[in-house]
């Protein structure tokens, strides 16, 4: 059966910012080299951790090569993000991957019988993977065919509605064979025998109409229930929860092993964190950060438990006629009991755990990894780090793409281009390539596919030549249109934090700057968690990046064309609001001055510096120290009621209360805090309501409380100046 003769939809070449996923490998060029050895590696190892820095393109390769090279080898490869739960994301992922919903199977059929063949015949299963394959891939329906699918309100799980990937899309992108796809159904078909006979088997030979019928039979649906309530056990241990997949689906496999992708692991560290006293004021709700350690406890257990996978599930090599995986001996899946005719139950004895594991994280975040280190033997012999591309890697991932799409570069465009791209003489990131690429897509190459999809003019006549790079600017010209668009996604406040940060990367000579991580973060009275999540997403759009120097982790833009766009963006924000300037001013001052005495009221801020922190107060988060600042500034300048309210609430709430141990530390009162010139009224309240007499035998003890009863005290505690009076007048002759 030959493709419909429709005209063409396009797809696009480049994805520009965002990665690659399983359904982009067609148009994924340029790392084959790594894509052979990290597969090669994660069947030759348990544990693998791949790490790289942010834009060199971790997620876009392992979607777009390892997984699907890895599925072509028999393992399957579930790719896992932290989310909110680590441990229940795990749980999750897998069993959607393994078990994904009947109906997200039949609506995937049902897609590939519309798209290839429009005229309402009912083509084979092989006939539709045949006509799948002959599709050109500048055909969207290559990509649109084998993507995930969303499941109706009435089939998809209320606590997870995440687009399922069925196993018909993985056999319409050659991932696995029909063999599998039917073994799979076959599985779910156990779970109902012997009370409903099995269906037909299904084969390449079987029409799309019998095999949409099987999947929605009510009785498969029903064990497909069944069969998924099995595997949802109760107990969150993840060693309990994959002993219970392989014994109860994995023996129904021929062969069943799983690689977990965990991409995306320094979340963990990231946004599963104690907030301390700071959470009192945070604006986002954080995910509890003990679940990072119960996630490390649970993969520590399961891992060690995992030690023997490499044996079949059902303690047998099988006949030696079965189809071998590729890798050999060593990388075989764990085998279970061939399903295709003997459905009684086998007495086995437990099966092992065929898993491996893959991490994959920026370099910046390895240091972290020690919970983990700790139990993979074989010291650092299980790190991958992925280099951004070469130049001919790049040259491939620029022209390649465009080539199946029917047009190419000039050559003094892709000479200028690759020139202004490439680092060191060397090296080119991936990100910044598909950026540039995916403008050039839109402004010309989109225009030259339409023209070679209808044959209407030849190769020579579709190339982006060098005044189509030169009119968008350049490289220098395209990164800053990116800025832009990036910036414009931000809400007002986060824009502004935003810039904040990156101003703070441009040296006054307009170089780039390089910072500690926490300078960024954790400014005095700003939202730390705000501030790395921005620094997150400014890193995952490669804008800057974060690496590893000098014991510390520092922070840089990664491309000098970026510092105009940068500066350019401050100077209209700042212009743009000349209250936002003034804000922005004195919140550095006030940064500047923040730890230093403020005893005797000598320190307060003017009537205009209070009145545009009180504005803005709710931006950020105070502390003890800001929120007496603003306390006694009030005071002196402001008799509206209201607002000594607000910073009388904020410093009893903000102001840390001391105790007896912290102001004498080593016990007995023996001596204040040297450096003291004043007690604050809280200080002076301990000492007078504690053990005073203690206190009293020291000379510079009773002059410094003496000293902060005559500035402080009212008519009510006169008794108390007497005291320490005496005790000064006693203890200074």
Same mark, same amino acid.
């Given at each position: ?18 990665? =690659? ?45 390892? %997984? ?56 084979t299963i092989n006939e539709l993977?045949?006509? =799948? ?14 993507? *995930?699918?969303?499941? *109706? ?40 025998? *012997? ?28 064990? =497909? ?32 092993a799983l690689v977990l992708v ?40 399961? @891992? ?26 060593? !990388? ?6 061939? %399903? !295709? ?9 437990? *099966? ?56 190419? =570069? ?17 090296? %080119? ?83 780039? !700057? ?38 510390? @982790? ?80 009030? %005071? ?17 709430? @903000? ?32 000492? !007078? ?27 009510a505690e006169r008794e108390d ?13």
């Amino acid at each position: 059966m030959a493709p419909t003769a429709r005209t063409q939809e396009l797809s696009k070449p480049y994805k520009g910012p965002e990665s =690659y996923q399983t359904e982009d490998a067609d148009l994924f060029f340029g790392r084959d080299r790594e894509a052979a050895q990290l597969v090669t590696r994660i069947l030759s190892s348990r544990f693998t951790l791949v790490h790289a820095q942010s834009g060199a393109g971790k997620t876009s390769l392992l979607n777009a090569r390892v %997984i699907p090279g890895l599925e072509r080898r028999g393992w399957g490869a579930c790719r896992i993000l932290p989310q909110n739960d680590p441990v229940e994301s795990v749980r999750a992922s897998v069993l959607r991957y393994i078990l994904p919903h009947p109906e997200a199977e039949r609506l995937s059929v049902a897609r590939a019988v519309s798209a290839l063949a429009p005229d309402g015949s009912d083509p084979t299963i092989n006939e539709l993977l045949k006509c =799948y394959d002959d599709l050109k891939r500048s055909d969207a329906r290559r990509r649109s065919l084998v993507e *995930p699918v969303r499941l *109706p309100a009435e089939s998809a799980d209320p606590s997870d509605l995440s687009p399922v990937g069925p196993y018909f899309c993985r056999l319409l992108r050659s991932g696995i064979e029909v063999e599998v796809f039917a073994e799979h159904v076959e599985a779910i078909r156990l779970q109902s025998f *012997p009370h409903v006979p099995p269906g037909p088997p299904i084969t390449g030979a079987t029409r799309a109409s019998e095999l949409l019928a099987a999947l929605s039979d009510e009785a498969f649906v029903r064990a =497909y229930t069944q069969l998924l309530d099995q595997l949802r056990v109760s107990d969150r241990s993840l060693l309990v929860f994959f002993r219970r997949v392989v014994e109860v689906y994995g023996r129904r496999r021929t062969r069943f092993a799983l690689v977990l992708v965990l991409d995306q692991f320094e979340e963990l560290f990231t946004r599963f964190v104690d907030p301390g006293v700071a959470k009192s004021g945070h604006p986002v709700e954080l995910p509890d950060w003990k679940l990072r350690w119960e996630f490390f406890e649970q993969f520590e257990a399961l @891992y060690k438990a995992s030690a023997g996978e490499d044996a079949p599930v059902n303690g047998s090599k099988g006949d030696g006629d079965e189809k071998q995986p590729e890798g050999g001996d060593e !990388n075989e899946p764990g085998k279970g009991a061939n %399903i !295709n005719g003997d459905r009684s139950p086998r007495h086995r004895p437990r *099966p092992v755990l065929p898993l491996r594991y893959v991490i994959s994280m920026r370099d910046e975040y390895i240091a972290q990894m020690e919970p983990i280190r700790r139990f993979i033997s074989g010291g650092d012999n299980y790190f991958y780090r992925l280099n951004l591309l070469d130049k001919a890697e790049a040259r491939k991932a620029i022209k390649e793409p465009a080539r199946e799409f029917g047009y190419t =570069y000039g050559d003094e465009c892709f000479d200028l281009l690759t020139s202004e791209l490439t680092k060191e003489g060397r090296f %080119i990131e991936p990100a910044h390539l598909q950026l540039v690429c995916e403008k050039l897509w839109n402004a010309k190459g989109r225009e030259f596919a339409r023209l070679g999809a209808c044959d209407t003019a030849g190769l020579r006549e579709r190339t982006i030549k060098l005044e189509v790079f030169e009119h968008l600017g350049g490289t220098a010209g395209i990164l800053k249109s990116f800025l832009h668009d990036f910036l414009e996604e931000l809400t007002e406040h986060e824009r502004q934090e935003t810039l904040e940060m990156l101003d703070l990367l441009v040296t006054p000579s307009r170089t780039r !700057n390089i910072l500690e991580r926490d300078r960024l973060v954790r400014a005095p009275f700003r939202d730390t968690h705000l501030r790395q999540r921005l620094l997150d997403r400014l890193a995952d759009r490669t804008v800057v990046r974060t690496e590893p120097r000098l014991g510390g @982790y520092f922070v840089e833009i990664t491309h000098e064309f970026l510092i105009d766009p940068i500066r350019d963006a401050n100077k209209e924000s700042l212009g743009g609001d000349p209250e936002y300037r003034r804000y922005r001013l004195t919140l550095r001052m006030l940064e500047y001055l923040h730890g230093t005495s403020i005893a005797g009221g000598e320190l307060t801020l003017t009537p205009q510096e209070f009145a545009v922190l009180h504005q803005r107060r709710e931006r950020l988060l105070w502390d003890g120290w800001g929120a007496e600042l603003m306390l006694r500034t009030a %005071i002196r300048t402001t008799s509206d009621r209201e607002v000594l309210g607000v910073w009388l609430k904020a410093f009893g709430e @903000y102001g840390v209360e001391p105790t007896f141990t912290t102001l004498f530390p080593k016990g007995g009162g023996d001596a204040l805090p040297a450096g003291k010139e004043l007690l604050s009224l809280a200080e002076m309240r301990v000492v !007078n309501d504690g053990d005073r007499a203690s206190v009293a035998g020291s000379y510079r003890n009773a002059d410094l409380m003496l000293r902060s009863e005559l500035f402080w005290a009212s008519a009510a505690e006169r008794e108390d100046v007497k005291f320490w009076t005496r005790q000064v007048q006693a203890l200074g002759k």
